[in-house]
T-cell receptor, first 109, second 117 residues
Framework: AQSVAQPEDQVNVAEGNPLTVKCTYS??????LFWYVQYPNRGLQFLLK??????LVKGSYGFEAEFNKSQTSFHLKKPSALVSDSALYFC???????FGKGTMLLVSP | NAGVTQTPKFQVLKTGQSMTLQCAQD?????MSWYRQDPGMGLRLIHY???????DQGEVPNGYNVSRSTTEDFPLRLLSAAPSQTSVYFC????????????????FGAGSRLTVL
């Protein structure tokens, strides 16, 4: 079985500060993990994925995520947040058929 | 590149009316799917298709019909709309090999906002 959990409904951060959106996973076998972003009134867009290889995955718009096997986590990070990063973020396991509620990121000026 | 195109963007229906939400993709993706997004519920899978002539039910299929006569198109039909079907609907597509391997990246349309009065 494959599942992920995003423990925070909302994350607030000031522009210019680093941001982290948390995701933990529970999978059997090798995990494939994805991050998608949904900007207001838009569909989801792919950000990055971990399949195998380097634990630090770099994606679109300056985002990165670190796969941590011991902590079963795949947190999304960005060194310096922008107001335009405000959106709904979804962590998802491989062969995704259903997405959870996601985490709303709000970046204040 | 058009990607995944959904029409209409907005629609208001009365209870009992029927309508079709259109979805078209130009990426030659075998896999197509429909989701609905409701506040606090995330995205839930309604129906999906792994190729022309093949469809299957997702998590919340009741009240919706689909067909897949071509690779490009995957319309979602509401035969008798109910207020509970008020939602934002998203179509998504992917290469089938990615779905099977687990490495799939889904490409989403911009959504169709449906209100049933």
């Amino acid at each position: 079985a494959q599942s992920v959990a995003q423990p925070e409904d909302q994350v607030n951060v000031a522009e210019g500060n680093p941001l982290t959106v948390k995701c933990t996973y529970s999978v059997s076998g090798n995990p494939y993990l994805f991050w998608y972003v949904q900007y207001p009134n838009r569909g989801l867009q792919f950000l990055l994925k971990y399949i195998t290889g380097d634990n630090l995955v770099k994606g679109s718009y300056g985002f990165e995520a670190e796969f941590n096997k011991s902590q079963t986590s795949f947190h999304l990070k960005k060194p310096s947040a922008l107001v335009s990063d405000s959106a709904l973020y979804f962590c998802a396991p491989y062969s995704t058929l259903t997405f959870g509620k996601g985490t709303m990121l709000l970046v204040s000026p | 590149n058009a990607g995944v195109t959904q029409t209409p963007k907005f629609q208001v229906l009365k209870t009992g009316q029927s309508m079709t939400l259109q979805c078209a993709q130009d990426m030659n993706h075998e896999y197509m799917s429909w989701y609905r997004q409701d506040p606090g519920m995330g995205l839930r899978l309604i129906h999906y298709s792994v190729g022309a002539g093949i469809t299957d039910q997702g998590e919340v299929p009741n009240g919706y019909n689909v067909s897949r006569s071509t690779t490009e198109d995957f319309p979602l039909r509401l035969l008798s709309a109910a207020p509970s079907q008020t939602s934002v609907y998203f179509c998504a597509s992917s290469y089938l090999a990615g779905i099977v391997s687990g490495a799939n990246v889904l490409t989403f349309g911009a959504g169709s906002r449906l209100t049933v009065l």
